[in-house]
């Protein structure tokens, strides 16, 4: 991206892979993840001024065990490069230069106490000399590899840490990237500042510079973009950005699908225009949407039809933008985030389908329009501090994530009227009481769900048979694995009587006490 120093991160599979690139970033460097076995060519390109190996599952050893790319360790020593290896990629290193890993005789995992040895490159920057890491590892280092010294043994002597700073490769048996090893952003800083000699120059400022730039080089002066907007942070951070490169160029859509909360479309309709200034055409498809839904219970039917639909609303609105403008719209916005971006490269894994996602912004393939991604280098809090520099609004930046398919898929059984306004009317309360009681922004995502089901209950002095709703309130860092959120059952309380009294249909309130996995953070 631009003109900063790239970090290449190679990926041997540690689930702490992304959170390297982050912390790199979060030091002010711009670093990008290839995978284990990129060629060196694919790393070539990126003009790296310092590499890092991840950590992974595998042991050097085993039989297909991931190794370094052929020629990259020629490369390193030509070019100078920093390069530092962690946990798997620090042994990977130690079998390089012909030291000795073996299956440690008791794993070390967990917060390790290590001594660093006096008078090393590595741990120069940190003042402590003893000091607390995280370890998640099966082997370990026995022989040392030739012209390296041990920079840090762990407190039963084993080697914690290796460096040949003549060479300039550094080795790490532990995580510097977790927040659980004191002074691991150290060392990061001092491997990327000190050892690679680099100067932190990436931030959202310049991002947005770049980005701005980069849109008005593509876009030529007589040519137009298209973008949905799906009411969330990614595709708002992406069309007010392309808006500042070209204006009224930019034609939104915002699409009503009938299965939005309450008074979600007047909110993100006012957001755009009154807040950030930013046209955008309103198509209310809600009686499509809700028609083609009617008497349907299959969840991924469910979504199969509303992606379905949401490409014909689109194609049409791009026609009539075609009308006024004479021709189609050339390029399409879409807020596409680096996590996509790495899930989707060739050599990482791809994971079986749990549930067809359907975002807004990834539909229209069949339209040929070339696309606009100015996220796809972001994390999802990199794309909400652009927001703030391009003056979204914090309380939007900091909404909960909602699916694309809306209230579809909070609705268990066939969506109607009815059932929908009933859901409004409980997640509003609910969001309110968050609101309210401050618990909004500890939590990932909060919302209520329509049970198909109904129960007795009493109210006054007679029998009521009325509808069941669920809460489901979720902390989480990225969707991927999530926990419920431990309520003081008096704020529970609070809003069970609240619905009962507020939403007419409603007598039964159920908290959903299920994690992700083995439930999924949205009901269907
Ligand atoms: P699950 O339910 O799979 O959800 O645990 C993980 C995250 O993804 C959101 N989600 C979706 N987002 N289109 C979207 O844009 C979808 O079809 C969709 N389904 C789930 C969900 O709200 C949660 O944040």
């Given at each position: 991206?631009?003109?900063?120093?790239?970090?290449?991160?190679?990926?041997?599979?540690?689930?702490?892979?992304?959170?390297?690139?982050?912390?790199?970033?979060?030091?002010?460097?711009?670093?990008?993840?290839?995978?284990?076995d990129?060629?060196?060519?694919?790393?070539?390109?990126?003009?790296?001024?310092?590499?890092?190996?991840?950590?992974?599952?595998?042991?050097?050893?085993?039989?297909?065990a991931?190794?370094?790319?052929?020629?990259?360790?020629?490369?390193?020593?030509?070019s100078?490069?920093?390069?530092?290896?962690?946990?798997?990629?620090?042994?990977?290193?130690?079998?390089?230069?012909?030291?000795?890993?073996?299956?440690?005789?008791?794993?070390?995992?967990?917060?390790?106490?290590?001594?660093?040895?006096?008078?090393?490159?590595?741990?120069?920057?940190?003042?402590?000399?003893?000091?607390?890491?995280?370890?998640?590892?099966g082997?370990?280092?026995?022989?040392?590899?030739?012209?390296?010294?041990?920079?840090?043994?762990s407190?039963?002597?084993?080697?914690?840490?290796?460096?040949?700073?003549?060479?300039?490769?550094?080795g790490?048996?532990?995580?510097?990237?977790?927040?659980?090893?004191?002074?691991?952003?150290?060392?990061?800083?001092?491997?990327?500042?000190?050892?690679?000699?680099?100067?932190?120059?990436?931030?959202?400022?310049?991002?947005?510079?770049e980005?701005?730039?980069?849109?008005?080089?593509?876009?030529?002066?007589?040519?137009?973009?298209?973008?949905?907007?799906?009411?969330?942070?990614?595709s708002?951070?992406?069309?007010?950005?392309?808006?500042?490169?070209?204006?009224?160029?930019?034609?939104?859509?915002?699409?009503?699908?009938?299965?939005?909360?309450?008074?979600?479309?007047?909110?993100?309709?006012?957001?755009?225009?009154?807040?950030?200034?930013?046209?955008?055409?309103?198509?209310?498809?809600?009686?499509?949407?809700?028609?083609?839904?009617?008497?349907?219970?299959?969840?991924e039917?469910?979504?199969?039809?509303?992606?379905?639909?949401?490409?014909?609303?689109?194609?049409?609105?791009?026609?009539?933008?075609?009308?006024?403008?004479?021709h189609?719209?050339?390029?399409?916005?879409?807020?596409?985030?680096?996590?996509?971006?790495?899930?989707?490269?060739?050599?990482?894994?791809?994971?079986?389908?749990?549930?067809?996602?359907?975002?807004?912004?990834?539909?229209?393939?069949?339209?040929?329009?070339?696309?606009?991604?100015?996220?796809?280098?972001?994390?999802?809090?990199?794309?909400?501090?652009?927001?703030?520099?391009?003056?979204?609004?914090?309380?939007?930046?900091?909404?909960?994530?909602?699916?694309?398919?809306?209230?579809?898929v909070?609705?268990?059984?066939?969506?109607?009227?009815?059932?929908?306004?009933?859901?409004?009317?409980?997640?509003?309360?609910?969001?309110?009481?968050?609101?309210?009681?401050?618990?909004?922004?500890?939590?990932?995502?909060?919302?209520?769900?329509f049970?198909?089901?109904?129960?007795?209950?009493?109210?006054?002095?007679?029998?009521?048979h009325?509808?069941?709703?669920?809460?489901?309130?979720?902390?989480?860092?990225?969707?991927?694995?999530?926990?419920?959120?431990?309520?003081?059952?008096?704020?529970?309380?609070?809003?069970?009587?609240?619905?009962?009294?507020?939403?007419?249909?409603?007598?039964?309130?159920?908290?959903?006490?299920?994690?992700?996995?083995p439930?999924?953070?949205?009901?269907?």
């Amino acid at each position: 991206m631009g003109t900063h120093a790239t970090i290449v991160i190679l990926d041997y599979g540690s689930q702490y892979t992304q959170l390297i690139t982050r912390r790199v970033r979060e030091l002010g460097y711009f670093s990008r993840i290839l995978p284990g076995d990129a060629t060196l060519a694919r790393i070539q390109e990126l003009s790296p001024r310092a590499i890092v190996l991840s950590g992974g599952p595998s042991s050097v050893y085993d039989p297909g065990a991931p190794a370094l790319p052929a020629g990259l360790l020629e490369y390193q020593r030509d070019s100078k490069i920093p390069l530092l290896g962690v946990c798997y990629g620090m042994q990977l290193v130690v079998r390089e230069f012909g030291g000795q890993v073996k299956k440690a005789e008791s794993r070390e995992y967990g917060r390790m106490l290590i001594h660093a040895s006096p008078g090393t490159r590595l741990f120069g920057a940190v003042p402590a000399k003893s000091f607390e890491v995280w370890m998640s590892h099966g082997d370990e280092t026995r022989q040392m590899p030739e012209g390296f010294v041990a920079s840090a043994r762990s407190a039963s002597g084993a080697i914690a840490a290796i460096e040949n700073a003549g060479a300039g490769i550094y080795g790490l048996q532990f995580h510097p990237e977790v927040t659980h090893t004191s002074h691991g952003k150290e060392l990061l800083r001092q491997f990327l500042s000190e050892i690679a000699g680099l100067a932190p120059d990436w931030n959202m400022g310049s991002v947005l510079e770049e980005q701005i730039a980069k849109i008005k080089r593509e876009v030529g002066p007589d040519q137009h973009v298209i973008c949905a907007l799906s009411g969330g942070v990614d595709s708002a951070v992406a069309a007010t950005l392309v808006h500042r490169a070209i204006g009224d160029r930019l034609h939104c859509v915002f699409v009503d699908h009938g299965l939005l909360r309450y008074r979600e479309r007047e909110r993100v309709v006012e957001l755009f225009e009154t807040k950030l200034h930013l046209p955008v055409e309103c198509i209310d498809a809600s009686r499509e949407f809700l028609s083609r839904l009617d008497g349907i219970s299959d969840p991924e039917k469910k979504r199969q039809i509303i992606g379905a639909e949401f490409i014909a609303v689109f194609e049409r609105a791009a026609q009539s933008f075609a009308r006024s403008i004479g021709h189609l719209p050339e390029f399409l916005v879409q807020g596409t985030l680096y996590p996509d971006v790495i899930e989707s490269s060739p050599g990482h894994k791809h994971s079986m389908t749990i549930k067809s996602h359907h975002n807004v912004g990834g539909l229209p393939k069949e339209l040929r329009f070339k696309l606009i991604e100015p996220l796809r280098e972001l994390f999802k809090d990199e794309v909400r501090d652009l927001g703030r520099h391009l003056g979204v609004p914090e309380a939007f930046l900091k909404r909960h994530p909602f699916p694309g398919p809306g209230l579809a898929v909070r609705i268990i059984g066939p969506v109607t009227p009815t059932h929908l306004e009933i859901l409004r009317q409980v997640d509003e309360v609910f969001i309110n009481c968050l609101l309210e009681d401050e618990l909004y922004d500890r939590i990932w995502q909060a919302f209520a769900v329509f049970l198909p089901v109904k129960s007795v209950g009493v109210q006054g002095d007679g029998r009521t048979h009325d509808h069941v709703v669920a809460l489901r309130a979720v902390t989480s860092s990225d969707g991927m694995t999530a926990d419920w959120y431990p309520f003081e059952p008096r704020f529970l309380a609070k809003v069970s009587s609240r619905i009962c009294n507020e939403v007419k249909g409603v007598s039964r309130v159920v908290y959903d006490i299920s994690s992700k996995p083995p439930a999924t953070i949205e009901w269907e």
